[in-house]
């Protein structure tokens, strides 16, 4: 069973940062994709960013590209880390850790058959 627990969600003003994280556990072979997606009130479920293993190869949805870092820990193979910069008010959903074993399509959320509770992020002045 693979499970995924999400922290790190908060409240911050527009321009600042927070960082969340995901440890995952369970049977998650050596190749796989670690997502993640946002969900705000109203809309759909989008692909943020996520790392291919082995490769460590990253994606990135073209409104987060330059803000948002996706990686994993040095010491921790199962910890996995978005970093938000300069975060705006169109950030402001709720974050989900999304795990699957290969995708041809990382940002599309019915590739994911692995996913945590989530964890909310809201950027207001």
């Known amino acids: 069973q693979v499970h995924l627990e999400e922290s790190g969600g908060g409240s911050v003003q527009p321009g600042g940062s927070l960082r969340l994280s995901c440890v995952f556990s369970g049977p998650i072979i050596e190749r796989s994709f670690l997502g993640w997606f946002r969900q705000a009130p109203g809309k759909e479920r989008e692909g943020v960013a996520a790392?291919?293993?082995?490769?460590?190869?990253?994606?990135y949805a073209d409104s987060v590209k330059g803000r948002f870092t996706i990686s994993r820990d040095d010491a921790r193979d199962t910890l996995l880390y978005l970093h938000m910069n300069n975060l705006k008010s169109e950030d402001t959903a709720m974050y989900y850790c999304a795990a699957t074993t290969w995708t041809n399509w990382w940002s599309r959320a019915e590739e994911y058959p692995y996913w945590g509770q989530g964890t909310q992020v809201v950027v207001s002045s």
């Open positions: 790392i291919y293993f082995p490769t460590d190869t990253t994606y």
